[in-house]
Antibody, heavy 119, light 107 residues
Framework: EVQLLESGGGLVQPGGSLRVSCAAS????????MTWVRQAPGKGLEWVST????????YYADSVKGRFTVSRDNSKTILLLQMNSLRVEDTAVYYC????????????WGQGTLVTVSS | DIQMTQSPSSVSASVGDRVTITCRAS??????LAWYQQKPGKAPKLLIY???SLQSGVPSRFSGSGFGTDFTLTISSLQPDDVATYYC?????????FGQGTKLEIK
């Protein structure tokens, strides 16, 4: 059974940094692209970033480009999102998700971790 | 970037009704479209991928259709458990944008 467990969320001041993690199990982690999607309180889903199975190809939303960095450790089956220069508008639940085969869509999701950016 | 527009933004229907939600892409995406269901406080769940392929374990009352720019999610006979917000996502290219969501309620 695929399991994705996010951690690392919390309260951070504007301009600060935070790293959220996603521990994966139940599948061959290195064979699948992984994605971060966020959801601000009461709002819709927003795609944030996707990294290829090998970690060499990365994509970012314009809203986070230059501030967020996605990475993965395939030996430990962990997905990471380093978030710098955080803004109030980055406040959201951050979900990690596993890609469906060779597609961009995501077939398994974690429960999410809440990041709150506030002074 | 490709923009995704869903309609309606909310819908209310009776148990047993047929419900249709539409999603329009700002440019052609062939059949690269997914539909997700999200219940309050829960993570999204994949229902349909590649526009019309039913994800394993999803009830057969859900179906998807469309190609190019216009897509449809249909629930053939609405059940109480279907109360949720539904999102489409284009899976053709990055950034892989979502629609704004359609909130489905029971009358």
């Amino acid at each position: 059974e695929v399991q994705l467990l996010e951690s690392g969320g919390g309260l951070v001041q504007p301009g600060g940094s935070l790293r959220v993690s996603c521990a994966a199990s139940g599948f061959t982690f290195s064979s699948y692209a992984m994605t971060w999607v966020r959801q601000a309180p009461g709002k819709g889903l927003e795609w944030v970033s996707t990294v290829s199975g090998g970690g060499g190809t990365k994509y970012y939303a314009d809203s986070v480009k230059g501030r967020f960095t996605v990475s993965r450790d395939n030996s430990k089956t962990i997905l990471l999102l380093q978030m710098n220069s955080l803004r109030v508008e980055d406040t959201a639940v951050y979900y990690c998700a596993k890609a469906l085969g060779g597609k961009i869509s995501s077939d398994s999701w974690g429960q999410g971790t809440l990041v709150t950016v506030s002074s | 970037d490709i923009q995704m527009t869903q309609s309606p933004s909310s819908v209310s229907a009776s148990v047993g009704d047929r419900v249709t939600i539409t999603c329009r892409a700002s440019q052609g995406i062939s059949s690269s479209l997914a539909w997700y269901q999200q219940k309050p406080g829960k993570a999204p769940k994949l229902l349909i991928y590649a526009a019309s392929s039913l994800q394993s374990g999803v009830p057969s009352r859900f179906s998807g259709s469309g190609f190019g720019t216009d897509f449809t999610l249909t629930i053939s006979s609405l059940q109480p458990d279907d109360v949720a917000t539904y999102y489409c996502q284009q899976a053709d290219s990055f950034p892989c944008s979502f629609g704004q969501g359609t909130k489905l309620e029971i009358k």
